[in-house]
């Protein structure tokens, strides 16, 4: 058993490996050039069907990271394996401009299963931020100058690599932690040149990171008669220093001349994850119909943030460029019958999803785009002739991120993942 569990941990980490090489082309949007990047998915499959939802969610036979004291659910006799990928297709939208872009990324892979009872460990990968943009701007400023094209550019990406456990000491009480490790760095570029001069100024904004990542859960669970379950839960993710070193280059060329100039900033110690607090509640009736919502809201106005100041030529922290960020969402997963002996149809789950959340930062001192979302989602079981535990999760998704005079970005996103489900800990009799 010692093999097997170590076996997977080891083609996890073959996973992982690729996914912290493709994450940074999970992304192709603008607004990933403000803060840490777009932020990441925390959910697994089965909750991207319900639109991420799961904070108080609670089921033996999936992974479900979004509340690290539900991993004392899981079943006795299994190991839990989840590995998921996406891709979508974007289109942007500003005035009568649109743009029409397509990516893939694998998303995240992630493990569990029991060490003794009562108690469930996780381990995994899973996306925290991605950078990634590339786009030109051009204006036409007078007849000295010229038009002043400028170029944008930006890659990059955070990943954490995380072990959890949950723990349930009395029988309606659980709670949970997850300590990651978190790594990656971001590299993002500004330059611009004009048409009547012979100089070009370029901006390039870089920062490595490798630090941690602490989230606490806490889950109430709560039966009502034979019919109906009720989970509350609540998680708390703890705010620090990421112990980099933000820097910014400044080089002006003259391009005649091939002469240049440079100026180099850093911030020592200059990012920071927020305090992110969340709560949900699920209700689950006859193992058949599951109603769940959430709310989370990230701290990200207490940030203050490495920004350039062209009037004081000053890179420093900065308060006032992150606003709080706040999510709500509500979803539905509904299966015919679990327990029917014979019709498929039966097993398979139904999921829907909607979402709401706010901006975590400000562009030109005014909120970015608010996001609206919607998923349908498919729960199929892969039976073959000794058990029917893993399951394929297929949902769809439509985003909608649009702010006043701001980029419109509409997304349809296909996710898939399998979740892996075996019977390790099964002791078979022979008669």
Known sequence: MKKRIASSIFAAAMVLSGA?????????????????????????????????????????????TLNPASYSAVDSLSMLFDVGLSGQFTNFKEKKVSVNTRSANIDYAVGLFRMRKNLGVSFGLLPLSDVGYSY????????????????????????????????????????????????????????????????SLSKTYKASVNSYKIDLGLQWEQKMGKLDKFVLGTTLGLGHKLGADPSCEIVNVNTSTL?????????????????????????????????????????????????YDEQSSRYSLKSGLLSDRTRVSLGMDYVPDPFHPSKYLMHVH????????????????????????????????????????SVLNVSAQWLRASAKDLITENTFRINVSLTFNQRWFAKFRID
Do not use: C
């Not at 925390?42 to 992974?63: E, K």
């Not at 997850?178 to 100089?199: C, D, F, L, P």
């Open 20 to 64: 912290a090489q493709t994450t940074q082309s999970g992304t192709i949007s603008p607004y990933s050039q403000y803060g840490l990047g777009v932020l990441g998915d925390q959910s697994q499959g089965f909750n991207r069907g319900m639109n991420g939802t799961g904070i108080g969610m609670r089921q033996g036979t999936l992974v479900n």
């Open 136 to 199: 030109t701007s051009s204006t036409y400023l007078n007849n000295s100058v010229g038009t002043i094209t400028e170029s944008y550019t930006g890659s990059g990406g955070l990943h954490q690599g995380f072990v959890g456990a949950g723990w349930n000491p009395v029988k309606p009480l659980s709670v949970g932690v997850n300590v990651a490790y978190v790594w990656g760095n971001y590299k993002r570029s500004v330059s611009s040149t004009a048409s009547q001069t012979v100089n």
């Open 259 to 307: 002469v240049s100039d440079t100026t180099s900033f850093v911030i020592k110690n200059g990012l920071e994850l927020p305090m992110t607090y969340g709560v949900g509640l699920s209700w689950e009736h006859r193992q058949r119909l599951t109603i769940a919502a959430d709310f989370s809201q990230q701290k990200w106005g207490s940030v203050d943030y490495p920004s």
């Open 350 to 389: 139904y999921r829907f999803g909607l979402g709401y959340a706010t901006p975590y930062y400000k562009i030109n001192g005014q909120d970015g785009p608010k996001e609206l979302s919607v998923t349908a989602g498919l729960g199929i079981p892969i039976l073959n002739k000794r058990e029917g535990r």
